[in-house]
């Protein structure tokens, strides 16, 4: 079994939707969740860390963590062709200095 | 501006060449690390360094040296590559290794092993 897992998709939503975005993993002992976008060719960038269960807002990225269900997603609102790009879901096992990804979603906005 | 580089960002070799992958950073970074990209299998990290002569296998160290002499630099060691080493390579830094830290990628350096 990964460690952490994700549908590679692709995931296909009009513009404006929202996208939901799923990452399961695991290590039980898991203490921090990221989510990284990265666009075709290019190299990831952070968007979203999340510590805590429960939901972390930012801007139009919503971050969900249940480490009772060993869940974490990522909710895009109003959804735009920019956003479309691969999302990848990391964790880091057991305050390690390790960092685990999944192999990641690939999403595509609609115009 | 502050970023993280990698030479050569385009490579060509062939079976037992050996070669360096050469990464820098210009933030003051203590951590550092290098992952291999594989369409299906995501990244995986090969190795990581928390400081300066402090480094730790990742998952796939297999085949791969590093060294962590400056603070700045964390080259990458392929002492005999094979065919199954042909990747897409990223190095990444951060503050230091905390979970909270945020990691900062390198632009890749896409590896052709013949």
């Known amino acids: 079994q990964k460690e952490v897992e994700q549908n590679s998709g692709p995931l296909s939503v009009p513009e404006g939707a929202i996208a939901s975005l799923n990452c399961t993993y695991s290590d039980r002992g898991s203490q921090s969740f990221f989510w990284y976008r990265q666009y075709s060719g290019k190299s990831p960038e952070l968007i979203m860390s999340?510590?805590?269960?429960g939901d972390k807002e930012d801007g139009r990225f919503t971050a969900q963590l249940n480490k009772a269900s060993q869940y974490v997603s990522l909710l895009i609102r109003d959804s735009q062709p920019s956003d479309s790009a691969t999302y990848l879901c990391a964790v880091n096992p057991d305050s390690s200095y390790k960092l685990i990804f999944g192999s990641g979603t690939r999403l595509l906005v609609r115009p | 501006e502050a970023q993280v580089t990698q030479n050569p960002r385009y490579l060509i070799t062939v079976t037992g060449k050996k070669l360096t992958v050469t990464c820098s950073q210009n933030m003051n970074h203590e951590y550092m690390s290098w992952y291999r990209q594989d369409p299906g299998l995501g990244l995986r990290q090969i190795y990581y360094?928390?400081?300066?002569?402090?480094?730790d296998k990742g998952d796939v160290p297999e085949g791969y040296k590093v060294s962590r002499k400056e603070k700045r630099n964390f080259p990458l060691i392929l002492e005999s590559p094979s065919p199954n080493q042909t990747s897409l390579y990223f190095c990444?830094?951060?503050?230091?290794?905390?979970?909270?830290?945020?990691?900062?990628f390198g632009p890749g350096t896409r590896l052709t092993v013949l």
């Open positions: 999340i510590y805590s269960n």
């Open positions: 990444a830094s951060s503050l230091d290794g905390e979970n909270t830290d945020t990691q900062y």
């Open positions: 360094s928390m400081n300066v002569e402090v480094t």
